[in-house]
């Protein structure tokens, strides 16, 4: 299954505002896939 970009910035938009919400944080491996670590 692949992900358009379009689709891609929406989740990292969503990620984004939960986070911010949450008041979380997210913690990324370097070994995990880039979009993880750019959000």
């Known amino acids: 299954m692949s992900i358009t970009p379009l689709q891609k910035l ?3 938009e969503q990620v984004i ?3 911010k ?3 979380a ?3 990324a491996h370097y070994y995990q896939e880039p ?3 750019e959000v």
């Open 17 to 19: 505002r939960l986070k």
């Open 35 to 37: 979009e993880i670590q």
């Open 10 to 12: 929406d989740l990292q």
């Open 21 to 23: 919400e949450k008041n």
């Open 25 to 27: 944080v997210i913690l």
